[in-house]
């Protein structure tokens, strides 16, 4: 299933996106079976799951409204998100895989959801963007085991790491640079991981006003999910809605060679196959 997080009037509610018979894609309301509580709540209890698993392939999109004409707030909030630096080969510093993740920490204020502009703010002078799949956690999991690691795992959606470069190289530690307010567009959806399988072999893309900038694939990723989930179970409970962002792959080299700060006006679209696009316009 893809779950989505829909914003009305009356507060967020949780829905499901469906494929209507011209191709357009529709939305259905879950709140009513779920009693409003969030995608991550959803993710978590196994009955519920299965009664909206049933609902979903019962319903007739064609009858359903547009997603165009909904608003999206980020599929779930997370309590955590934690975020590797140089997770794919090609981006590394050295030639050589690590011994072990490079993990650092994004705040929950950062996020935002997929129609959500992101503000350049004064004090923020040199932005910049990074294309990544989030893995979404749908049980607790405390000191799990890698085999065990994925059953753990609620799915999967994309981010943007936005990042303040001049904040970020200030001291060794990345924190300020990485948790600016509203640095973290979520979504646009969440695939349950179920739908969305292995992750192997997906290809990676990322542009910036229309320009391919990353171009990669999964297979490059040097520590895989089932392996971030155990490793890092270890020593920080994981909960339902946690968010574990897989780094970005390096840029391609013309598009280093000619990067600049965001400014107003840019748009970047993430892209990775089976789990859509994530586009963001900074303002």
């Known amino acids: 299933m893809r779950l989505v997080t829909l914003r009305q009037h009356g507060g967020d509610r949780p829905g499901a996106v469906l494929r209507a018979s011209d191709g357009t894609d529709r ?27 049933a609902l979903v392939s019962a319903a007739d999109p064609d009858g359903l409204p547009g997603l165009d004409s909904v608003r999206l707030g980020p599929p779930v909030r997370p309590g955590k998100i934690l975020c590797l630096g140089y997770n794919y080969r090609g981006h590394l510093e050295t030639s050589d895989d690590p011994d072990h993740p490079n993990v650092f920490v994004k705040t929950p204020n950062v996020i935002c959801g997929p129609d959500d502009p992101v503000t350049l703010w004064p004090t923020t002078p040199d932005v910049d963007y990074e294309g990544e ?20 795992v609620g799915g999967y959606t994309l981010f943007n790491d936005v990042s303040d470069r001049d904040w970020q190289s200030r001291t060794n530690q ?35 006003n229309g320009e391919v900038t990353v171009r990669s694939t999964t297979d490059a990723m040097v520590f895989g999910v089932a392996f ?17 962002s897989t780094g970005t792959p390096a840029r391609t080299g013309p598009a280093q060679a000619a990067h600049r700060s965001l400014t107003s006006g840019d748009v970047v679209t993430v892209r990775v196959t089976g789990l859509g696009a994530l586009t963001t316009t900074f303002i």
């Open 228 to 244: 971030l989930v155990h490793y890092l179970s270890q020593v920080i409970t994981l909960e339902p809605g946690d968010v574990i």
């Open 27 to 53: 939305v259905l309301d879950l709140a009513d079976r779920t009693g409003g509580r969030g995608v991550e709540a959803l993710l978590s209890d196994d009955r519920l799951l299965t009664e909206v698993r």
């Open 174 to 208: 990345w924190a300020l640079g990485k948790s600016v307010d509203g640095f973290g567009p979520l979504g646009p959806w969440l695939v349950t991981s179920d739908e969305c399988g292995d992750l192997r072999g997906r290809s990676v893309e990322v542009e910036r």
């Open 133 to 152: 799949i989030a893995v979404v956690i749908g049980r607790w999991a405390h000191r799990v085991s890698e085999a065990d690691a994925l059953g753990h």
